[in-house]
């Protein structure tokens, strides 16, 4: 469906997207993330032909960016992290006129409306101003907007930023819904979001990508370097390091705390695709250390997300 090649964006003289490649394919729910800064708006607006690139190659279906923009247009919808509503209108005669902006005839206009107000929550609050509105009611008028001539590919720029938790959950579904038959590009620094939403996440720091899988791909990659939690009474750490130091698999034994009265506190770090607790376990086993805690840390995106953005 997309396409998208070296894509470069300069602004003077900082490079904001870097050489990025990937694609999406049709019916996908890509997640686009990364911290604030990253690059990630600059790259929906490429992919939008709002910005156009400054190299690198993008192409929608069998359209190329720089040669059928319009026709590329015609297959997006597009709902920035602010939505550009008339705020002096009625929430009705608001999407009546974008139905008209976009050539709909009568009888389709009418069917649309009535499809996004069922769609997007909009029925009780048809005939009330957009001024009025709350801001997660002002988003589902703009997801609306962005529906409305029932796109092949929607791209959500940070769709749920500011919103309280239940209207993230409402966006959220409606997100879900539209995904059973359209191509939804999401962009947000809010790693629940993706986990909640999201096929595949594309994981994008200082303009250029660090990470690009499935879901489950990037948790299961991810967790055979894996963390262990120890807490020992009356242990030299020193005694602890050199023994575990020794198993296989095991790459790096670090104290966690510093309490001189309290207990041993100790990191191991994991590289194996294995559960190395039952032999860490035999080995303390046959010591005498006095062991009162043993955990593994499990692998959220949020500790992915961490280790991949991190400045070293």
């Not at 997207?17 to 790259?43: H, S």
């Not at 008339?86 to 902006?101: G, I, N, P, R, W």
């Not at 020193?238 to 698999?249: K, M, W």
Request: include cysteine.
């Amino acid at each position: 469906m997309i396409h998208v090649e070296n894509l470069t964006k300069y602004y003077n003289e900082f490079c904001a997207v870097d050489k990025i490649n990937f694609d999406i394919k049709k019916g996908e729910i890509l997640g686009l993330l990364g911290p604030n800064g990253a690059g990630k708006t600059t790259t929906l607006r490429m992919l939008t032909g709002y910005f156009m690139p400054t190299s690198g190659t993008i192409r929608v279906k069998d359209y190329m960016i720089d040669e059928n923009l319009l026709e590329i247009k015609k297959l997006i919808g597009y709902l920035p992290e602010s939505a550009p509503l008339y705020h002096s209108m009625l929430v009705y005669d608001y999407l009546d006129y974008v139905a008209e902006l976009r050539g709909l005839d009568k009888d389709k206009k009418i069917s649309r409306i009535r499809q996004l107000f069922e769609l997007c929550g909009l029925d009780d609050i048809m005939h009330r101003s957009i001024n009025e509105l709350s801001k997660g009611l002002k988003q589902r008028v703009g997801l609306a907007h962005a529906m409305m001539y029932d796109p092949d590919i929607l791209i959500l720029d940070e769709p749920t930023s500011g919103l309280d938790p239940n209207q993230i959950a409402e966006i959220r579904e409606i997100i879900r819904e539209i995904g059973e038959e359209k191509t939804v590009i999401l962009s947000t620094h809010i790693l629940s979001e993706v986990e909640a939403t999201c096929d595949r996440v594309v994981i994008i720091n200082k303009g250029k990508i660090i990470a690009d899988d499935l879901m489950e791909n990037l948790k299961q990659s991810e967790s055979q370097k894996h963390f262990i939690y120890l807490d020992f009474l009356n242990t030299e750490f020193q005694s602890v390091r050199d023994r575990l130091n020794e198993i296989e698999g095991v790459v790096n034994v670090e104290r966690v705390n510093e309490e001189p009265n309290g207990p041993l506190g100790v990191r191991l770090t994991c590289k194996s695709a294995l559960d190395l607790r039952e032999t860490i376990y035999q080995t303390i086993k046959q010591t005498s250390w006095v062991l009162i805690e043993f955990h593994k840390e499990t692998k959220t995106l949020e500790t992915i997300f961490r280790e991949l953005t991190k400045e070293d």
